[in-house]
């Protein structure tokens, strides 16, 4: 991979397939900058994992091609967690209220991630860092940001 090779495009969704999306990436998306990782309790939960992923990207850039089972949760006021009620995939987290959406990079297609892996999922910004578990989860090199980073 040289490092001019960036996607234009990939695709992802869900396990059961009943929820399918198209990513476009804008001209002068920032990759490098893109991806975070988030130790926030509700995060963990709804991942049941202790470190989880997103690529935040405009809501406009990310086109449902199948969306049928996709419903948003509410855990805290303006912030939804997208997920399928007929597997339980975690798809995406976002505010309400901005112009981002940041999708879960477990979901995107294993082709684009066997392929653009480090662009996707490099993660340098950790939110929610008051939430490490000691010994566990405090290794992370990078922007530490003890809440979020809004
Ligand atoms: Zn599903
Ligand atoms: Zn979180």
């Known amino acids: 991979m040289s490092s001019t090779d960036k ?8 396990v059961c397939a009943s929820v399918r999306y198209t990513v476009t990436f804008p001209p002068d998306h920032d990759f ?7 130790q926030c309790e ?25 969306n049928s089972t996709l419903k948003v949760y509410s855990a805290t006021p303006h912030c939804e967690r997208g997920f399928c009620t007929n597997c339980g995939s975690f798809l995406f987290w976002q ?21 653009y892996g480090p662009l996707l ?24 940001f003890a809440q979020d980073d809004e």
């Open 7 to 14: 996607p234009e495009t990939i695709t992802g969704g869900c």
């Open 32 to 38: 490098a900058n893109s991806c975070t990782t988030c």
């Open 42 to 66: 509700q995060c963990r939960k709804n991942t049941g994992s202790l470190i989880f992923r997103s690529h935040r990207l405009p809501k406009s850039a990310v086109e449902y091609t199948a």
């Open 95 to 115: 505010r309400d209220n901005r112009d981002y959406t940041c999708l879960t990079v477990g979901c995107f297609d294993g082709p684009a991630l066997e392929r």
């Open 121 to 144: 999922t490099a993660a340098k910004r950790h939110l929610f860092c008051e939430r490490e578990v000691p010994g566990v989860t405090d290794h992370l090199a990078g922007e530490r």
